[in-house]
Structures are given as structure tokens and as C-alpha cells.
T-cell receptor, first 111, second 121 residues
Framework: SQQGEEDPQALSIQEGENATMNCSYKTSINNLQWYRQNSGRGLVHLILIRSNEREKHSGRLRVTLDTSKKSSSLLITASRAADTASYFCATTKGGGNKLTFGTGTQLKVEL | DAGVIQSPRHEVTEMGQEVTLRCKPISGHNSLFWYRQTMMRGLELLIYFNNNVPIDDSGMPEDRFSAKMPNASFSTLKIQPSEPRDSAVYFC???????????????????FGPGTRLTVL
């Protein structure tokens, strides 16, 4: 079963609005990462947050991590049509670099 | 850097045929990962290598699947014989420690190739 479960499965918003996606996981982690996948393409790394961090920013992205609740959220501010994609969280645990991916959120940003 | 290179990009074959997917990781990366993505099962890790050695192949579905990494710049994923349920997009990704000259950097993120879309009829 997937380590990470994203919520919602699908999200449709208007350009300029903020988009929030959530990820829950089951076991303790080393770090949590978010990836984007455009239709028909490979995944692209967006941001990484370590288990001892609570919040991280990168451009229009904001990631939070709550290890007590085993959850993370990805906020995309001022969304654009080009942000339309699927977004996946992925976790690593222990000292390895094996990633376990969640089920993904399909984001559609409409003009 | 050209990124992770996969070939072929598309493969259509008939049930029972052998399929070989190829991957060239980013130079200097010492970890290589093979994933399979389907609508039903999402993104699944099949196998990964560190320094050309298979570390975890627990995701390989059956003996029909095999993967090799003969050197740091090349890996193959072979399916034989192929079945219609193997139809999926197969991704290769690389990561680990990379760098040039006297500098090195540990990458926690993975860099994905464009994928191979496999259709088994």
C-alpha cells in the first residue's frame, strides 16, 4: 500500500487562487518531498522538507510538515494555468534514498 | 546535462514477446530507480541500485521481470515474456551523490526520465 495518501484526489480552481494539497503517511520518516508530474511526462522534484523542519518556502510554494500528525501540506499561491499537473508526496525513511510515493492530487487551474 | 535518458519512448509489442527498456542515469549519480506507473496502482518502485548493486527488488512483480546495471551509466529492465497487464509507463530515475571535481553533493531528490510507455497487446 502507498505510504502517502494525498487529499484531495482532484482539485479544480481558478487562476490566481491558492491551491492546498495534503499528504498523510504512516511511518516515521527522514524527509518528505513533493513532486509534480505534467501529463505524459516524468516527475519533477519541487521541494524537500526534513523531519526536523516544520515549514519551507520556495517561490510560490509553501510546504508544512507535522510529524506528530504524520502529515504535510503543499500550498501553491497565486496559481497559474501552467500549474495544472498531478502532485505527489514522497517519503524516505532511515538512511536510505528509497522514495515511497503517495497516490497524487490532480490539480486543474482554469483561466 | 541531458538528464536521465530512457529508450524507447514508446513500445508496442505482442503478448509473449521480450521487452527491454533502457536507461542512462545522470552522470555522477550513484543510485538508479525503476518505477512503474498505472492508473490502477499509481507509481510503484520496482527495483533500485546503489553503485550498480541491486539493493531492493521487492517491488519486482514476478520472475518475468529482471533488471541489470552493468555499469554506472546504463541499466536495463527486461520483461519476458510480456503480458497485457504489464502495459504501463515505466520510469527510470537517478539520484544519490553527485558532483564534479573535488566537490560532491548528496542529492535526496530523484531525477526522473521521460518514461517509456509500454503497450502489450
Amino acid at each position: 500500500s502507498q505510504q502517502g495518501e494525498e487529499d484531495p484526489q482532484a482539485l479544480s480552481i481558478q487562476e490566481g487562487e491558492n491551491a492546498t494539497m495534503n499528504c498523510s503517511y504512516k511511518t516515521s520518516i527522514n524527509n518528505l518531498q513533493w513532486y509534480r508530474q505534467n501529463s505524459g511526462r516524468g516527475l519533477v522534484h519541487l521541494i524537500l522538507i526534513r523531519s526536523n523542519e516544520r515549514e519551507k518556502h520556495s517561490g510560490r510554494l509553501r510546504v508544512t510538515l507535522d510529524t506528530s500528525k504524520k502529515s504535510s501540506s503543499l500550498l501553491i499561491t497565486a496559481s497559474r494555468a501552467a500549474d495544472t499537473a498531478s502532485y505527489f508526496c514522497a517519503t524516505t525513511k532511515g538512511g536510505g534514498n528509497k522514495l515511497t510515493f503517495g497516490t497524487g492530487t490532480q490539480l486543474k487551474v482554469e483561466l | 546535462d541531458a538528464g536521465v535518458i530512457q529508450s524507447p519512448r514508446h513500445e508496442v509489442t505482442e503478448m509473449g514477446q521480450e521487452v527491454t527498456l533502457r536507461c542512462k542515469p545522470i552522470s555522477g549519480h550513484n543510485s538508479l530507480f525503476w518505477y512503474r506507473q498505472t492508473m490502477m496502482r499509481g507509481l510503484e518502485l520496482l527495483i533500485y541500485f546503489n553503485n550498480n548493486v541491486p539493493i531492493d527488488d521487492s517491488g519486482m512483480p514476478e520472475d518475468r521481470f529482471s533488471a541489470k546495471m552493468p555499469n554506472a551509466s546504463f541499466s536495463t529492465l527486461k520483461i519476458q515474456p510480456s503480458e497485457p497487464r504489464d502495459s504501463a509507463v515505466y520510469f527510470c530515475a537517478s539520484g544519490g551523490t553527485g558532483g564534479s571535481g573535488t566537490t560532491s553533493q548528496t542529492y535526496n531528490e530523484q531525477f526522473f526520465g521521460p518514461g517509456t510507455r509500454l503497450t502489450v497487446l
